[in-house]
């Protein structure tokens, strides 16, 4: 586990990479790092580029931060995914324009290329729809992500998960880059998807590969 000022620098750092990546614009989105009992997120509705690593959020097990301090509205499902999945370390939530465009309609992306093995499964589930930063929509998103590592947003956007920072920020922009193929696909013609043994077989090339890797 990196020390906290490291994460919280490499918080930084990561998300001055977001608008560049494509991945995002604004202040939307936000990035978090398990630290100790609790996660380190970007602050609520600051640039990217004006976050220090003294303005990252401490929010403990229980939700609680310091006074003075403002993590992301979105905090509770990061929160949620940490306590439910031990294997996170990292999570980076953003609004990316292909994947974004499947979540408002609400599809799935299914197992149209091998990369779909970067979510950890044969599919990306879509979670269902709720008001951002609301109990409902944490649990949706955690039934989504059950046995996956990445999952759609109904009307929102997308989440990446990751055994550190820099592994969640590329699996953020290969389901991306699914989704820009998958919705091009669906306008050629209908997509012909793997079977379930092709899948398995690149789940288990994946499993310890590099930052493919779907293990901790």
Avoid at 134 to 147: F, H, K, N, R
Wanted: hydrophobic letters at 45%.
């Amino acid at each position: 586990m990196s020390d906290e000022l490291t994460l919280r620098k490499d918080l930084v750092a990561q998300g001055v990479r977001l608008a560049a990546s494509g991945l995002n614009q604004g202040t939307s989105g936000n990035l978090s790092a398990r630290c100790g009992n609790g996660f380190l997120i970007t602050p609520s509705g600051t640039p990217y580029e004006e976050i220090t690593p003294e303005a990252i959020v401490l929010v403990d097990a229980e939700g609680q931060w310091a006074p003075g301090r403002r993590p992301s509205s979105e905090w509770r499902f990061h929160r949620d995914i940490y306590v439910a999945r031990s294997d996170v370390q990292a999570i980076v939530h953003v609004h990316p324009p292909h994947a974004t465009a499947l979540a408002m309609c609400r599809m799935a992306i299914p197992a149209a290329h091998y990369m779909i093995a970067v979510g950890g499964g044969d599919s990306i589930r879509c979670a269902a729809y709720h008001t951002y930063g609301t109990q409902a929509l944490s649990d949706a998103v955690v039934q989504a992500l059950e046995g996956r590592l990445a999952c759609l947003m109904a009307n929102h956007g997308m989440i990446a998960t990751g055994t550190t920072l820099a592994q969640a920020m590329w699996r953020a922009i290969e389901v991306e880059t699914l989704a820009r193929q998958y919705a091009l696909a669906l306008q050629v013609g209908k997509p012909v998807l793997l079977t379930d043994g092709e899948v398995t077989q690149v789940l288990e090339k994946f499993a310890h590969y590099g930052l493919m890797s779907t293990k901790p």
